[in-house]
Structure formats: C-alpha cells, structure tokens
C-alpha cells in the first residue's frame, strides 16, 4: 500500500520512539493512520497451476475516500511522502480524479440510515453543480413532454449516476429514472400511478443495496479477500494492517489488543516477510539488505538456478510489463516482488530443514510447514520487540542498555541537542530526564558500547549505564523523602529520650 503520509507530527511528541512499547507505539500510529488515507493498493494473486509453476495475475488499485452523499472525508498530506512518490512516477491525477472509493461498516452504517431516512445531501461541490445543472434540464424539458416521453443526462461518472437519480426522484413526482450505460441516465415522464409501479418494482436501479454496493467501491475487494482467508503476505506490513483495518474494516479501537484480535479475526494467516528475510540472513550467505527489490534481487542471483524443484514465477500476459522493467513503490509490483520473496525464501528454509535438496516438487502446504515459525509474526518498526504476534502474546522486550547523559557546563541543552552531537557516532532516541540529564537508547548493542568508549574521557558529556536506583527521578525523589522522615525520627527519638532532672 502507498499512503498520503506515514507518521504525523501532530499532536506534539506523536513521532514513535524506542521507547515505546508495542501499546504506546499502536495509539501514536492510530493517530497517524486517522490523518493520513491510502492513496494505492497492490494485489498480487498466485495461482499454483501446476508442480512448482506459479502464474501471478498482479492489479494497481488507486483508492480515493468516498463523497457520496453526506461522506466528505479530510485527510492530511505529508510533503516528504508526496516528494518521495512523485520522485518513483506516482500518478497524483489517478489518485485524485479515478480514485476507487471505499468505506468502513462505520460509514456505511450512516449512509444507510441517510437512504432509508431519505435526508439526502449532496457535499461535493463538483457534484452539486452536476446536479443543479441536470435539474435545471429536466425542469425545462418536462414543462413540454408528453407522458412516456424520454430524455437522456450526460457525462455522469461513479457515483454521480445514483445521485442524480435519487435528487430528481426526490424533487419531480411524475419522473422515473433509470442509467444507460456506464455515464448516462434516461429520464422518462410518468403518470403517479405508474411511478408507484416502478417503485416497488424489483428492477429499481437505485435500490439501497445497489447503492451500497456502489458506495463501498474497493471495499467489496477487500471482503472478498476477508472471506477468502488466503495467507496475506507484505513486507514490512504492520502500517498497511492498521489502514486495512480503519479504511476498509472499522475505525481503529483505543485497545492495541483489540486491535491484534480484529486483524487475526480477518486474516487467520498472515506473514511478513521482512520478519523471515530479517531472521534468515544470519544463516544464509546472503548480503544483508531490507528494501524489497534489494531482497528480491539477492534472493534471485543467490538462488541455485540449476534447482529443479526451484518455484518458477510466471507473471500473467496482462502484467508482462513488470517483466521487463523495474517498477518500485508502484504498490502492484511491490506486492508482486513480496508474494516472490515469499516462495524464494520458503523454499531455501525447506531445503535447509531436509538438509538436501528438494526430491519433488514441493507444494505450497510444504513451504507453509517451513515457515509455521514466522506465522503471524509481524515487522515491528523501531522497538523493544522485533516482532508482534497476531496469534498470541508478544515476546517480551529486549532492548540494548540504557544510556544516561549528565551534562556539564552546557546550558540550555535539549533532547534535539544531544541527537546532533552524538549522530555522527551513533544513533540514539534521547529523552530527557532531569534539568541536565537525558537517557539515550538506540536498536543496537554496538551503538551503546561506542558511546560508552568514545565520551568515557569527554569533558561535557558523562555518558554511563542507566541505573534505576541511581538515576530514576523517583527512587531519588523516594530516597530524599525517606532521609527527611529518617532524620526527623532521629530528632524526635533523641529530644523525647533526654532524661528529666528534679530541682
């Protein structure tokens, strides 16, 4: 998937840190996902037709949000994100003036209750001046047609189609409307009696469930791949899993693990193959790379291609172009690039648990069985845990040592401060934790050992191991609380202990 922007700057400290747990990462990332929408989808189906033969039929989907009626969504682009896509050939037109529209069970919940309601309200300005100007034709033509009479409404695209239908039914009794084609409405004038056939006709073109049907747009695509419950691979995946959820499925929940169930619930078997190439790396000589068609690429020229038994990737004639010609970050060949990994990878995992190479052809259940330990194991970006499990509790946290800063002799320093200085080394997350001390945490053991090396001697900068006991604003605010009470009592013991003399 490709998105209008990944993490939002707003509110203020919402950017995700080492930090944070896979909890607190998730309500950071809900509120990102809220701002930003899905600008591409890409779908890469595999076929296995035969032995170890694999056809891919590979689809480019551009998503706009649904303006049907009352629907009028805001959503939030990221300048770096647009720069990033425009600089891969993304088609901005596409996404904006073809988009497929799409909705969650929310917002199809209140369209419905609006069509039975029939409260109908156009808010697209574009679609408003298309239904002002049909109503202003019929108005003028029906004045002089006969009963029966027919007149056809041009140039409506999507959606626009039932709109139109459904604002003329509303304001003109004796009209009845039905599309012809893909872009036109005919108009006809009836008699009441007849318009109340037609109505309850079970022919009517602007049936709610139509219209529903027609309003939820990708979404049907994506039940259909709920229903399905076919493994769904990605790479990297875990920010295309929260928009899965909150465009297509429902808003977002507060409870991370609500949200682990929900996905599990929709897809039984997911695998990420960023988790699998990530693991796979220090057992394999491979060169050590995380884009996917870098992936991709050493897998292919590290591969025995003398391997019968290799899996055989054939794209469909209708996707020969990805054949031919690189295509990164166009979201259908990204998917198709991923589903390929997959079976590369599956297939060095079996030949390495046999400890031979493959007999037979091996069946896409067997590549399963070689990665049953990767199943539901999702990418996580930046964090204590190197994975988060759909299927049950996550791994607990291991994280590199804290680092505590005390800083000496520089006034004024904050946490974007410290990051400048010690990025040449190393990169840390910096968080302050007194007026002139910050604890610092990077993904890497290595990193914390250069720092302790490297600012052992520094004249402004004591950088050593984060003791809780020592370092914790709380246990020292404790420990001072404490002595207080402690010596107190100690003066309290000796004045009241003193012995009284009689005069």
């Known amino acids: 998937m490709e998105f209008t922007g990944l993490h939002s700057a707003f509110p203020q400290n919402n950017k995700p840190s080492l930090f944070d747990s896979p909890a607190e990462w998730y309500l ?20 296995n037709e035969n032995s170890n033969k694999y056809v891919v039929h590979s689809y480019n989907f551009f998503l706009f949000p649904s303006t049907f009626g009352v629907m009028d969504a805001e959503f939030t682009l990221s300048a770096s994100s647009i720069q990033f896509l425009s600089h891969y050939g993304f088609d901005y037109n596409k996404f904006l003036k073809d988009g497929i529209p799409y909705m969650n069970e929310l917002q199809e919940k209140s369209l419905s209750q609006h069509l039975l309601a029939g409260s109908w309200k156009v808010c697209s300005v574009l679609d408003r001046d298309k239904m002002k100007k049909a109503i202003d034709e019929v108005t003028c033509w029906i004045a002089a047609a006969e009963e029966e009479e027919t007149m056809i409404l041009q140039d409506l695209s999507g959606i626009q189609m039932f709109e139109v239908q459904l604002v003329l039914r509303r304001a003109l009794k ?12 005919i108009v006809k004038k009836v008699s009441p009696q007849h318009r109340w056939l037609l109505e309850n006709s079970s022919h009517d073109s602007c049936q709610k469930e139509l219209i529903l049907m027609s309003a939820r747009g990708f979404t049907n695509l994506f039940q259909a791949l709920v229903k399905a419950k076919k493994p769904l691979v990605g790479h990297n995946m ?35 193959t960023k988790t699998v190439t990530k693991s796979i790396w220090k057992k394999y000589p491979l060169p050590r790379v995380s884009n996917l068609l870098e992936v991709y ?28 010609k690189k295509s990164p970050h166009e979201a259908g060949y990204d998917a198709f690039l991923c589903g390929s990994v997959l ?38 970006i930046r964090g204590g845990v190197s994975s988060i499990n759909f299927s049950g509790v996550d791994a607990p946290c291991r994280r590199s040592p804290l680092l505590v800063v005390c800083v000496q002799g520089w006034r004024g320093l904050n946490e974007r401060h410290i990051y400048q200085e010690l ?8 968080k302050r934790l007194s007026e002139n001390q910050f604890i610092l945490l990077s993904s890497k053991f290595k990193h ?3 720092a302790l090396r490297d600012y052992k001697d520094h004249p402004n900068l004591q950088i050593s191991l984060y003791r809780h006991w020592r370092h914790s604003p709380h246990v020292n605010c404790l420990l001072q609380v404490s002595s207080i009470v402690a010596l ?13 003399h009689s005069v």
């Open 238 to 272: 875990l920010m295309d899993l929260l928009h899965l959820h909150d465009k297509f499925y429902k808003p977002l929940p507060e409870s991370y693990e609500e949200f682990k169930r929900n996905i599990h619930s929709l897809f039984p078997v997911l695998i990420d």
């Open 423 to 430: 990025k040449a080394l190393c990169r840390f997350d910096v």
């Open 297 to 324: 690429e050493a897998l292919c020229s590290n591969l025995n291609p003398t391997d019968p038994t290799c899996p055989v990737i054939v794209l469909a004639s209708d996707c020969s172009r990805y054949a031919e």
């Open 343 to 380: 079976l590369k990878v599956a297939h060095l995992l079996l030949c390495r648990s046999t400890g031979v190479a493959a007999e037979a052809d091996p069946s896409f259940s067997e590549y399963l069985g070689a990665l049953v330990k990767y199943l539901n194991k999702v990418h996580f």
């Open 28 to 47: 950071k990332a809900r509120r990102s996902v809220q701002r930003f929408t899905v600008s591409q989808f890409g779908l890469a189906i595999f076929s």
């Open 174 to 185: 004796n009209v009845w409307t039905q599309p012809l084609g893909d872009n036109e409405v």
């Open 448 to 450: 914390a050992r250069l």
């Open 488 to 500: 107190w009592s100690l003066l309290a013991f000796i004045l009241g202990g003193a012995p009284c």
